[in-house]
């Protein structure tokens, strides 16, 4: 048996090239729909139709009586007759569609495959790809800044007619650009004005050192972790999901040991997110420290006892939604009434909305608040929700963190590096 497959457009194309190259004893052994293999992983292809076709190499043929030469006679591209085209025999494998039901159930999948093709690019049209949700976010950013600066520039002017020096325009600028709420900029520039010595006011770098103070009597930091004596120190990473808590818990984690030397061990609630479980179990393994998950406040009351001697019990939570009025409740019940003291530290991103940050404040503001971490300065451009928000809540800054490495990206938050994020102060 000689097979042979042909891709083709439609089976008359197919019907000519088997008559052509296998004679009119072939038969159809199989047809598909296949594609060409073009487009992005041949999804976008053309659509073929894949015809195998066979003939008997061991039948016996009688020989083909000589078919005398005639002028109405149709010759081949070469000059010799077309025996086949003379005579008009009924092929074998035309006689095989002649029904038309079946030729409509072999074209029945290629049809429900145009319809599938069809359906894909209506969906793709109604739907925005990747490359105009780029272009759409883009042009939303760009208008932002551009209301930005037309709102600065507004400001400028009506700053200019309030009898403001130029530096302190500037100054004030460069402060709501950075993400100070304009009230609280504002606030301190007439401040300014009112005590910098005339003479002084067309002194730049005086100018921006004065604000500087001004700012670092505004805002409040805790020096990370402070103890007092012997006395056991207890603290609760709480926060919404995606800030970092167990990589910032086991940055603080490495810090008291290694730095101050001190005993710690781990506790985690975190009991939704196994994966989190075993990120910290492993942090834990390689500081060579104790690691209890607890899932209730009777457990927590119990490791705590059990981790009586360790001079730092640092206990890690699982993400909540400020807005999860459950999640909010069951946080509360979990660490709220405990036998020993424990102080929580909210962890905030730098790269969540400044009303979101104070809606997230204000929900975990249920529970007392004892200090607060910033997070992901490394992938923010803007810091004035710091300020903003230890203007609003007057909640100590304990920690800054600066990227995902354990222990390196982490600091502990002092009142020069923080108005060093908003004005700029060392030039970098």
Same mark, same amino acid.
């Given at each position: 048996?000689?097979?042979?497959?042909?891709?083709?457009? !439609?089976?008359?194309?197919?019907?000519?090239?088997?008559?052509?190259?296998?004679?009119?004893?072939?038969?159809?052994?199989?047809?598909?729909?296949?594609?060409?293999?073009?487009?992005? @992983? #041949?999804?976008?292809?053309?659509?073929?139709?894949?015809?195998?076709?066979?003939?008997?190499?061991?039948?016996?043929?009688?020989?083909?009586?000589?078919?005398?030469?005639?002028?109405?006679?149709?010759?081949?591209?070469?000059?010799?007759?077309?025996?086949?085209?003379?005579?008009?025999?009924?092929?074998?494998?035309?006689?095989?569609?002649?029904?038309?039901?079946?030729?409509? =159930?072999?074209?029945?999948?290629? =049809?429900?495959?145009?319809?599938?093709?069809?359906?894909?690019?209506?969906?793709?049209?109604?739907?925005?790809?990747?490359?105009?949700?780029?272009?759409?976010?883009?042009?939303?950013?760009?208008?932002?800044?551009?209301?930005?600066?037309?709102?600065?520039?507004?400001?400028?002017?009506?700053?200019?007619?309030?009898?403001?020096?130029?530096?302190?325009?500037?100054?004030?600028?460069?402060?709501?650009?950075? &993400?100070?709420?304009?009230?609280?900029?504002?606030?301190?520039?007439?401040?300014?004005?009112?005590?910098?010595?005339?003479?002084?006011?067309?002194? *730049?770098?005086?100018?921006?050192?004065?604000?500087? =103070?001004?700012?670092?009597?505004?805002?409040?930091?805790?020096?990370?972790?402070?103890?007092? #004596?012997?006395?056991?120190?207890?603290?609760?990473?709480?926060?919404?999901? &995606?800030?970092?808590?167990?990589?910032?818990?086991?940055?603080?984690?490495?810090?008291?040991?290694?730095?101050?030397?001190?005993?710690?061990?781990?506790?985690?609630?975190?009991?939704?997110?196994?994966?989190?479980?075993?990120?910290?179990?492993?942090?834990?393994?390689?500081? !060579? +420290?104790?690691?209890? +998950?607890?899932?209730?406040?009777?457990?927590?009351?119990?490791?705590?006892?059990?981790?009586?001697?360790?001079?730092?019990?640092?206990?890690?939570?699982?993400?909540?939604?400020?807005?999860?009025?459950?999640?909010?409740?069951?946080?509360?019940?979990?660490?709220?009434?405990?036998?020993?003291?424990?102080? !929580?530290?909210? +962890?905030?991103?730098?790269?969540?909305?400044?009303?979101?940050?104070?809606?997230?404040?204000?929900?975990?503001?249920?529970?007392?608040?004892?200090?607060?971490?910033?997070?992901?300065?490394?992938?923010?451009?803007?810091?004035?929700?710091? @300020?903003?928000?230890?203007?609003? @809540?007057?909640?100590?800054?304990? *920690?800054? %963190? %600066?990227?995902?490495?354990?222990?390196?990206?982490?600091?502990?938050?002092?009142?020069?590096?923080?108005?060093?994020?908003?004005?700029?102060?060392?030039?970098?």
């Amino acid at each position: 048996m000689n097979l042979k497959r042909y891709r083709v457009n !439609n089976i008359q194309e197919a019907l000519q090239q088997i008559k052509k190259d296998l004679g009119p004893d072939a038969i159809i052994v199989s047809t598909r729909q296949v594609k060409d293999g073009g487009g992005t @992983f #041949g999804l976008f292809g053309k659509s073929m139709l894949e015809v195998t076709a066979a003939r008997d190499e061991t039948a016996k043929k009688a020989p083909a009586p000589p078919v005398p030469r005639q002028n109405n006679v149709e010759s081949s591209p070469y000059g010799a007759p077309d025996v086949a085209l003379a005579t008009k025999p009924k092929l074998a494998l035309e006689s095989a569609f002649k029904s038309q039901e079946e030729v409509q =159930r072999m074209l029945l999948p290629i =049809r429900q495959e145009i319809q599938e093709l069809k359906d894909i690019i209506v969906s793709m049209e109604t739907r925005p790809s990747r490359k105009n949700q780029a272009t759409t976010q883009l042009h939303h950013e760009i208008s932002e800044v551009r209301t930005m600066v037309q709102g600065l520039a507004a400001q400028s002017s009506q700053l200019r007619n309030e009898d403001l020096s130029e530096n302190l325009v500037v100054l004030f600028q460069q402060m709501v650009f950075n &993400g100070l709420e304009e009230k609280f900029a504002r606030r301190l520039i007439q401040e300014a004005k009112k005590s910098i010595p005339p003479e002084e006011l067309n002194n *730049f770098p005086y100018v921006k050192i004065f604000i500087a =103070r001004m700012l670092m009597k505004i805002v409040r930091v805790s020096n990370g972790i402070q103890k007092d #004596g012997a006395k056991q120190k207890i603290v609760t990473l709480i926060g919404p999901t &995606g800030v970092g808590k167990t990589t910032t818990i086991a940055k603080i984690a490495s810090e008291q040991v290694l730095k101050y030397k001190r005993k710690v061990a781990l506790l985690t609630v975190d009991t939704f997110r196994i994966g989190a479980i075993e990120q910290l179990r492993s942090y834990a393994k390689i500081m !060579n +420290v104790p690691l209890e +998950v607890t899932s209730s406040k009777s457990e927590i009351n119990q490791a705590i006892e059990k981790f009586s001697d360790y001079d730092v019990i640092l206990i890690d939570t699982g993400g909540r939604s400020q807005r999860d009025e459950a999640q909010m409740y069951e946080l509360r019940e979990l660490l709220e009434n405990n036998n020993k003291r424990i102080e !929580n530290f909210l +962890v905030l991103s730098t790269t969540t909305k400044d009303h979101e940050i104070s809606e997230i404040t204000r929900k975990f503001g249920e529970l007392s608040i004892d200090g607060v971490i910033f997070t992901k300065l490394d992938e923010s451009t803007t810091y004035g929700c710091i @300020f903003n928000h230890v203007i609003r @809540f007057k909640k100590p800054i304990a *920690f800054l %963190t %600066t990227g995902q490495k354990v222990p390196e990206d982490i600091e502990i938050a002092t009142k020069e590096r923080l108005v060093d994020l908003l004005l700029n102060i060392a030039g970098n």
